[in-house]
């Protein structure tokens, strides 16, 4: 028995036309959820919210919200009737209609008096009270976003779906609008999905992530559990920076690289003497002075409250390494490094031409000691 | 509970697209008509023609082309390169006065600068005055010649270069230009080197559309008796009486057409790459004073000028004060037009309609096709679409009247050639792609997400169309009514062939009576012609200003 959450997609396969495009996606939100799709472009996110919106039909599998189906294979419940708000990459506002009227647009069989305060409600609660009356094109690209997600949640609908909608407004404005919308939704409790290639937007605002690519969902977690735990090297190299280190199964709970020996805690699950992978994220690595494993510095990269390094080690493989201010070093200097790895991350070695282990899961679990 | 609708099968033949591929199927009768010439019919009067007059059409034709070509660049390009780049007197009233001569359709401006400029004219008995000469002993500018031709569809043709190739001037990024100073060029050199060569495909672009003007041109070329192949067809047609024969000088003239739409099409493909950065520093204008302001002046007015303010006041003269209105005809003359082209204008408008938003809601292969093949009458002279509206329907007409006289024992005669119905269908066939353009850029932009928003927001597709569409492509619908209705009421070739007897519109009646030698009479017809044209000329000129707001 399955439990009813708030929304649930159930092996839900796309298609345009006779190409599958999203193969077999399931995910489920809570009620006040906001979930996020990652993954880069044409990966099928997008269309994954335009099925749940009720723009797409499905193929197979289908999609319930409150325990009603709104789409399968052989019904589709028009978009208009699914009390799901949506906002759109380009805005999208009705330019011939006042901004107040564009709210109200959805609200249209509510009461005057209920729509004027609601109106009103918004307006104050995205930051613009005064713009009532003025037309979309009078405002800045924000103030257009931020009035689209009020005209979105007017009808105070059960869903709201975001598609990527800080992709057109530049970096500054981004910055300070997420965090804002994040507000702004968990206030009006709403339960959300956003669609995103930037992994940061997606940290910022979601409960949980769903890693997407070639129209699969790859993994599914929360923030923390994707960038520390990824299961798969698509995942690992999509989110946050890092490098792979090539390395070998010691036996059933460590593994050899040029970093030493890396102990796990739970069984790798990998017959002695295989060849795998390690990812080393940039944290993972820390300075030190005493340290006898050294790196050469390859490249600096200031990064204000911090400095990047990439150090080059004895046998030629290059890690990432976070160094604060204060030490100041110079390429070509040698960087005394030590490891602070909290997850051991191993995966299976890759084609890179044909990638074609990028599927198999990897195996992460919690180190215990380093040792040399 | 919600109402649950069962999904549309992909495979289900959606209206939308099965009317937009009838449509294009009707539309594109006319050419396939033509094109079937190619193969069959006899050979015979071609081959006559062949012998005797066809070399004459094509030297006619290709030097026309020529000299008009020249023309047009020669007035079309200073121009655009004086109000986009430099600052002079004048200048912001140039900007768009420089359009007012394609208001002023060719056969019109040709008749009136005859009534100028031949023996009996205002000029040559002035100069006959002044220096006391009489017939033949002096030399003066036959107007009823090719150079005529050349000159008169120049004057009023350049705007289509002058247009598209200001376009491209302002597109310009100031810092490209900059680039070149900064290189070492000099603002001059910067033209040449740079600003020309960019602008390159938008000349070509826009000399192309002169250029298909100039081969479907009928009017001008007749009345001042330059044997071209619109003629030439026109001449098949009624004096030898023979429809194949028509055709098949048709199928040639296709073919010069075809090579221009090829031109045309290549030109507009590589003048995408130009215009990608979304934003761009406009440039600092050149300003000229002086000597140069004043020949920067020159050069702009002199086009103004000859292609409008001259022909239109001889025009406005003739009509007030020497005109004979008596006969009451010229308000039936202009009831005629009138309603036609309000006619003509719905009917396009609707088949441009159902084409865009087929072509917006199911983007498939057969729908994109049936939008370019309904497109294609545009590059078509009137002629060639009259021959080929009139040979099928005629045929029609034969079969109805058979079927009729054997079924029903009466005569309802010519009910498709002999009517309305032939000429608005040529209309509609000429002027579709005019109007798709117009609603199609309407529709563009309303971006789909548009539609999306309203439906997530609780809209029907219905309520949709209702509440966004309809007040959001209202402009963009009459912007494209009007345009076609100013086409149909200027337009002169496929009018005289297919008009029902005994029915005139103010084009037929103007140029027949120019033809009689009765300039003056012709002239309120000819003058009401150049006002109405000149609405959407205003429209265009009001864009540009708007897009130039910033500056």
Redesign the interface.
């Known amino acids: 028995m399955k439990i009813e959450k708030h929304l649930n997609v159930e092996s839900v396969t796309l298609a345009y ?1 006779e190409e599958d495009v999203v193969h077999n996606a399931s995910l489920s939100l809570e009620k006040g959820e906001i979930g996020c799709l990652l993954g880069p472009s044409g990966c099928g996110k997008s269309t994954l919210l335009r099925a749940i ?3 797409e ?1 499905v193929k197979s599998g289908r999609i319930c919200m409150r325990g ?2 709104l789409s399968d ?10 009390n ?3 906002v ?9 209609l006042t901004i107040a009227e564009n709210i109200v ?2 609200i249209k069989k509510w009461s005057k008096k209920d729509q004027t305060l609601r109106v009103q409600e918004l307006l104050s609660l995205i930051g613009l009270p005064d713009i009532a009356e003025r037309y979309p094109h009078s405002l800045s690209g924000g103030q257009q976003q931020r009035v ?1 997600l009020a ?2 949640m ?2 105070k ?1 059960d869903l709201l ?1 975001l598609d990527e909608p800080f992709s057109g407004l530049d970096a500054n404005l981004r910055e300070t609008l997420v965090p804002e919308i994040r507000d702004i939704l968990r206030k009006e409790q709403m339960s959300a999905i956003l669609v995103t290639h930037d992994q940061m937007e997606a940290f910022a605002m979601a409960d949980k992530i769903a890693v997407m690519q070639h129209g699969r969902i790859q993994q599914c977690g929360s923030a923390f559990n994707i960038y520390h735990e990824p299961k798969n090297r698509f995942v690992a190299d999509f989110i946050g920076l890092g490098e792979f280190l090539q390395a070998s199964i010691k036996d059933e709970y460590s593994v050899d690289s040029a970093l030493g020996c890396l102990v796990g805690d739970e069984p790798l699950g990998y017959a002695p003497g295989t060849s795998v992978e390690l990812l080393i994220r940039p944290d993972d690595i820390q300075h030190s002075e005493q340290s006898s494993l050294t790196g050469r510095i390859v490249s600096k990269w200031f990064r204000g409250s911090h400095y990047l390094y990439h150090v080059k080690l004895a046998n030629g493989e290059v890690l990432p390494c976070i160094t604060a201010c204060h030490h100041d070093h110079d390429v070509g200097e040698d960087l005394g490094i030590s490891i602070e790895l909290d997850h051991l991350v191993v995966l299976p070695i890759c084609d890179p031409e044909t990638g074609v282990c990028d599927l198999q899961e990897s195996e992460v679990v919690q180190t215990q000691a380093v040792a040399r | 509970m919600f109402v649950v609708t069962p999904l549309k099968s992909p495979y289900r033949v959606n209206w939308l697209t099965s009317s937009s591929f009838v449509i294009a199927v009707l539309l594109a009768l006319p050419i396939f008509v033509i094109a079937g010439f190619v193969f069959s019919g006899s050979a015979d009067v071609f081959t006559h023609l062949y012998h005797t007059v066809l070399f004459d059409y094509v030297s006619n034709s290709l030097l026309l082309m020529l000299g008009v070509a020249f023309g047009v660049l020669l007035l079309g390009i200073p121009t655009a390169w004086l109000t986009s780049v430099c600052d002079f007197p004048g200048r912001r009233i140039f900007a768009w006065a420089l359009l007012l001569p394609l208001a002023v359709p060719a056969y019109i401006i040709a008749y009136t600068y005859t009534g100028l400029l031949d023996f009996a004219g205002p000029v040559q008995t002035a100069i006959r005055q002044l220096t006391g000469l009489g017939y033949g002993e002096y030399w003066f500018f036959e107007i009823r010649s090719l150079a005529g031709a050349i000159l008169m569809l120049a004057l009023v043709l350049y705007p289509y270069v002058y247009l598209l190739s200001r376009a491209a001037f302002l597109e310009q990024s100031a810092s490209t230009l900059e680039v070149s100073r900064t290189l070492g060029y000099n603002q001059w050199q910067g033209l040449f080197k740079l600003a020309l060569p960019l602008a390159r495909p938008a000349i070509i672009a826009g000399l192309t559309l002169a250029l298909m003007e100039t081969l479907a041109d009928y009017g001008t070329v007749q009345y001042f008796g330059v044997n071209t192949f619109t003629t030439g067809i026109f001449r098949t047609f009624y004096g030898f009486g023979d429809a194949v024969a028509a055709a098949q000088l048709a199928v040639c003239l296709l073919s010069f057409v075809a090579l221009l739409v090829l031109v045309e099409k290549y030109s507009r493909r590589k003048s995408r790459y130009h215009s990608s950065a979304e934003f761009k520093a406009k440039a600092k204008l050149i300003s000229l004073s002086g000597w140069k302001a004043a020949v920067a002046f020159l050069i702009c007015l002199l086009p103004i000028l000859f292609g409008f303010l001259i022909p239109a006041g001889q025009l406005a003269f003739w009509s007030l004060t020497q005109a004979d209105l008596s006969d009451g005809s010229f308000f039936q003359l202009a009831w005629n037009s009138f309603y036609l082209a309000f006619l003509a204008a719905i009917i396009a408008v609707s088949f441009a309609l159902i084409l865009a938003y087929a072509s917006r809601l199911n983007p498939k292969k057969v729908v994109r096709f049936s939008v370019a093949t309904a497109g294609l009458g545009y590059a078509l002279p009137g002629t060639i679409i009259a021959i080929g509206v009139i040979i099928p329907f005629a045929w029609m007409d034969h079969q109805l009247i058979a079927m009729a006289k054997k079924w029903f024992s009466v005569d309802i005669g010519l009910v498709l050639s002999g009517t309305l119905v032939a000429l608005l269908f040529a209309y509609t066939v000429r002027f579709l792609a005019v109007s798709l353009g117009a609603v199609q850029s309407g529709l563009d932009k309303i971006k789909p997400s548009i539609d999306g928003a309203a439906r997530t927001l609780g809209c029907t597709p219905m309520q949709v169309l209702k509440q966004i569409h309809v007040p959001l492509m209202k402009s963009s619908v009459l912007t494209a009514l009007l345009i076609v209705f100013v086409d149909v009421l200027k337009e002169l070739p496929a009018t005289l062939i297919l008009r029902p007897f005994n029915f005139n519109t103010l084009a037929v009646r103007a140029f027949e009576l120019a033809s009689d030698e009765r300039l003056i009479d012709a002239a309120p017809a000819s003058l009401l012609i150049v006002a109405v044209g000149l609405i959407p000329v205003i429209l265009l000129s009001r864009s540009i200003a708007k897009g130039r707001a910033g500056s």
């Open positions: 036309g919106a009720g723009f039909p009603q189906v294979a052989h019904n589709i419940l028009p978009t208009e009737q699914r799901i708000g949506m759109f990459q380009d805005i999208a506002l009705f330019p011939h647009f959805g689209a005209r979105a007017a009808p609908p779906l």
